[in-house]
């Protein structure tokens, strides 16, 4: 099993920087794939960024240009750093591991965006 805690959430003003991490452990695949995702008030959670085991990244295009997901295989932690943050990015962020026979979650955190 795999055990995730996310970090770094709060309350940002407009245009401000937040990093989210992502602190994993647990029995950690070779082939795995780690990822951002978000939930806002009213609205379905989705995906923001994913990097994989080998340092591939992906984005949505919300996210492109704003937010960068990197990882520290040596502190096993997962970061979202998100610039020029905006309103519409207040949500729940979870952060999330999985393989092709596996599948979790943490149980996520809070970011506001307001002044």
């Known amino acids: 099993q795999v055990q995730l805690v996310e970090s770094g959430g709060g309350l940002v003003q407009p245009g401000g920087s937040l990093t989210l991490s992502c602190a994993y452990s647990?029995?950690?695949?070779?082939?795995?794939?780690m990822g951002w995702y978000r939930q806002a008030p009213g609205k379905q959670r989705e995906a923001v960024a994913v990097?994989?085991?080998?340092?591939?990244?992906d984005y949505e295009d919300f996210a492109k240009g704003r937010f960068t997901i990197s990882g520290d295989n040596a502190k096993n932690t997962v970061y979202l750093q998100m610039n020029n943050l905006k309103p519409e990015d207040t949500a729940v962020y979870y952060c999330?591991?999985?393989?092709?026979?596996?599948?979790?979650w943490g149980t996520g955190i809070l970011v506001t965006v307001s002044s």
């Open positions: 647990g029995s950690i695949s070779r082939t795995y794939v």
């Open positions: 999330r591991y999985y393989t092709s026979r596996y599948d979790s």
């Open positions: 990097i994989s085991g080998s340092g591939t990244t």
